[in-house]
């Protein structure tokens, strides 16, 4: 049986999102990238515009959510809620050229449905130049690798925030009281590393991952929804109180840490994957456009405000994730807890995208009844890969900033802009558009580059000591 085969037979091709699954397996996420089983236009399992806007919410909030503010300090208080707003707009118009590229090659193929690999495929095969039309089956194949090495990233970004989280909860434990009012820094006892803490929740993990059933896994979905919701609503309640004064903070950070903040940024707006699959899904797609740039000007004022008011409140000594900034009492230790709870079901789900593209590949070399054994070894692989890169870096705001400066850049900024010049460059394009894509293009390169080589400098040369306190004001 060949992989292709396979995939279409056994599997349910998620290269194109990282949507969480909400229904069961014939009303899922296998609908949006089968042709077969396209539905749309008052079909009984179609999402209204309200389910696809929540589907879009949710998509975007996790762990590089809770890493703006530090991205702030990276910026300034003052350049770091500007540059998001810029990304963000740039990273929406990059969603929009997605969608109408992949429009528009629905119509010339006559086809119902394109996804991201596919979308940019077609556009290869568009390019003027032979040598790209050639190759062009190399675009999907590219797509599906970023893909992988996006979600495996946030995998990776999972592991060091369970890791820390629980790290210091645990050693806070003796000093935990049901005083969350007084800004006290406390002293933390000294357990286990925090790489030892992502060995012990490997096996758990492990077997979170051997779940291979969409019904079982919305359930997961929705407890983590759940856990994180409450969560982030405690986070701001802390946050918009009593915030210091804020004219000891920079304006424009160093422009050194400049490239740390691009990275956790464009890892936080790295919801592209999402974009076509969502909208296939809807009832009405026609609406779709409106939904998007609602859906995402809720997304980054979410970002921006959590941001600011999280390096208002902390200050300097804000972390790599801003619970670990939050008072050590019950309350928000709870807090914590809640949101390592969401993140941990959440690996799953975000496990999904890599493995239905990666499984195939090795299960359909594998004899009739060894099929089962292989996936679920391949799975316990990639499992331990993304542990092992996690204890190599174990600094949670280096892994979420190199992940996005690797991967999400790639995805987000520099691939739609491109896919635009080859999809409509022989059809004739206004040379203002192509300046336009080829800037976009050149500033997610110039990102990856710059934003890899920081975050690595900074693991291998660290300019100061990562926090380990847990402190709860900025002036303590």
């Known amino acids: 049986m060949s ?5 279409n037979e056994d599997y349910h091709d998620y290269s194109s999102t990282d949507v969480s699954p909400e229904e069961s397996p014939s009303e899922g996420l296998n609908n949006f990238s089968s042709p077969s089983s396209y539905q749309r236009f008052g079909e009984s399992n179609s999402t209204t515009w309200f389910q696809t806007l929540v589907h879009l919410l ?7 959510l809770l890493g703006l503010p530090l991205a702030v300090k990276n910026a300034g208080i003052l350049m770091g809620p500007l540059s998001l707003l810029v990304i963000g707009i740039v990273a929406v118009h990059c969603m929009g050229i997605l969608v109408k590229c992949a429009h528009h090659f629905c119509r010339r193929l006559n086809k119902p449905f394109v996804d991201y690999g596919e979308t ?12 790209l039309r050639n190759h062009a089956h190399w675009g999907r194949h590219l797509v599906d690798f970023f893909l992988i090495v996006t979600q495996l990233g946030f995998c990776c970004v999972y592991f060091v925030f369970l890791a820390d989280n629980f790290k210091q909860v645990i050693e806070a434990a003796n000093g935990t009281t049901n005083n969350c009012h007084n800004n006290e820094t406390v002293i933390l006892t000294p357990t286990m590393d925090s790489r030892l803490y992502m060995l012990a929740f490997l096996p758990f993990v492990v077997l979170l991952v051997f779940i291979r059933n969409l019904r079982v896994l919305s359930i997961f979905s929705l407890l983590a929804n759940i856990t994180m919701l409450v969560s982030l609503v405690m986070i701001y309640q802390f946050i918009v109180q009593n915030i210091p004064d804020p004219s000891r903070l920079p304006l424009v950070a160093p422009w050194k840490t400049y490239p740390l903040f691009f990275g956790t940024a464009i890892f936080a707006f790295e919801g592209i994957g999402m974009v076509l699959p969502l909208e296939n899904k809807m009832k009405d797609p026609r609406k779709f456009p409106l939904i998007l740039y609602v859906g995402m000007a809720i997304i980054t004022a979410l970002y921006i405000s959590l941001g600011s008011l999280g390096y208002l409140q902390f200050g300097a000594n804000i972390q790599g994730s801003i619970t670990l900034n939050l008072p050590n009492c019950w309350l928000y230790q709870s807090v914590k807890l809640l949101y390592s709870i969401g993140i941990f079901f959440t690996y799953a789900i975000q496990f999904y995208v890599p493995a239905e593209i990666i499984l195939p590949f090795f299960v359909s070399r594998a004899p009739e009844h060894c099929e089962l054994v292989v996936d679920l070894f391949v799975r316990t692989v990639l499992v331990c890969l993304t542990c092992v890169l996690a204890i190599l870096i174990p600094r949670l705001d280096l892994v979420i900033s190199l992940v996005g400066s690797v991967s999400s850049s790639a995805l987000a900024l520099i691939i739609p802009p491109l896919l635009e010049i080859t999809t409509y460059y022989s059809e004739g394009m206004s040379p203002l558009i192509v300046v336009k894509d080829a800037l976009i293009s050149i500033l997610g390169f110039v990102g990856f580059v710059v934003g890899t080589y920081e975050a ?12 380990f306190i847990n402190s709860t004001s900025a002036f303590v």
């Open 120 to 131: 940019v495929m077609y556009g290869l095969e568009s390019s003027p130049s032979s040598w």
């Open 456 to 467: 690595l400098y900074e693991l291998i040369q660290p300019s100061s000591a990562p926090i």
């Open 58 to 64: 949710k998509g975007n909030i996790g762990t590089g």
């Open 3 to 7: 992989t292709q085969r396979l995939r």
